[in-house]
């Protein structure tokens, strides 16, 4: 039983050996290919170029200068374009901070408090687009996050607003103040 086992085991490896050396051989065979043509690459380089060999040589180096000028500019573009994403998301964050701490300082003057814009957290200020849960409306939405929060300020403008707008915003904020929380 055991000497079956051995034999089976020292075949297995001698299978393995081969295999690796055939392997061995394919790598240095391709290594070699590719070093042939290289050389003869180089070789073809440096020798002069004729009349009717140099017209095609300048349009073939022609073609892959064009080739390489239009992979260039696409390259740019993409970079050009992930810079501009990269702005906009930047300004977008900016202008969502704007508005939190213009509805903050406008709100602790009123000494107001409102209620939760979702149910990501327990307060107004828990809702945030980067912090949101990912089936909250506002994940990773900064549009929409600044679109309720303008929609929020208008309603409250308690600085500019007449006595009705104050009367109103101090009735939602007393009426959730009120209500049962979770």
Aim: hydrophobic content about 25%; charged content about 40%; some cysteine.
């Amino acid at each position: 039983m055991y000497r079956r086992l051995f034999m089976d085991i020292e075949r297995e490896q001698v299978k393995e050996q081969r295999r690796h050396r055939q392997h061995l051989r394919r790598i240095t065979r391709i290594k070699a290919d590719k070093e042939r043509q290289r050389r003869a690459e180089e070789r073809r380089m440096e020798r002069p170029v004729e009349g009717a060999d140099e017209r095609e040589d300048t349009s073939e180096r022609g073609r892959e200068i064009l080739e390489r000028l239009r992979l260039e500019e696409d390259e740019g573009a993409q970079e050009r374009e992930r810079k501009a994403r990269a702005q906009k998301d930047k300004e977008a964050t900016r202008y969502v901070e704007a508005l939190r701490a213009r509805m903050s300082e406008r709100l602790q003057q009123e000494k107001a408090e409102l209620p939760p814009l979702c149910c990501c957290g327990e307060g107004f200020w828990d809702s945030h687009p980067d912090t949101c849960a990912n089936n909250c409306v506002f994940y990773k939405n900064p549009r929409g996050y600044a679109r309720a929060l303008q929609s929020v300020l208008s309603c409250c403008d308690l600085r500019d607003g007449s006595l009705g707008h104050r009367a109103s915003a101090r009735r939602i904020a007393s009426a959730h103040a009120l209500s049962p929380r979770k």
